[in-house]
């Protein structure tokens, strides 16, 4: 029904900026919440930013003022802009969607595949 496809990780150099998108394809009606998750080796999985239906977000402490989650509502896309990278921003990224399906009313969750961000010199 609903795929979300990560793109934009790689190998980045301390203080480096990536930008993450997420899209997503199929019957689409709108987003209501949307987040971005990381999960480091051995470590549990972090919410890193989260997006409200009505565009405030809000980002973990370790993250704030450099991480940057958006939308793109017309293209289906949700985007994180990461910048003054760290080592320990070290992870794969996550995206999860509440997802409306049209013809629905009430949103359902979707996860992306994950993208691999290293950020190290």
């Known amino acids: 029904q609903v795929q979300l496809v990560e793109s934009g990780g790689g190998l980045v150099q301390p203080g480096g900026s990536l930008r993450l998108s997420c899209a997503a394809s199929?019957?689409?009606?709108?987003?209501?919440?949307m987040r971005w998750y990381r999960q480091a080796p051995g470590k549990q999985r972090e919410l890193v930013a989260h997006?409200?239906?009505?565009?405030?977000?809000n980002y973990a402490d370790s993250v704030k003022g450099r991480f940057t989650i958006s939308r793109d509502n017309a293209n289906n896309m949700v985007y994180l802009q990461m910048n003054s990278l760290k080592p320990e921003d070290t992870a794969v990224y996550y995206c999860?969607?509440?997802?409306?399906?049209?013809?629905?009313?009430?949103?359902?969750?979707?996860w992306g595949q994950g993208t691999q961000v290293t950020v190290s010199s």
């Open positions: 999860n969607i509440d997802v409306i399906l049209s013809g629905q009313l009430y949103p359902r969750a979707y």
């Open positions: 199929g019957s689409i009606s709108n987003f209501s919440e």
């Open positions: 997006m409200l239906s009505g565009g405030s977000a």
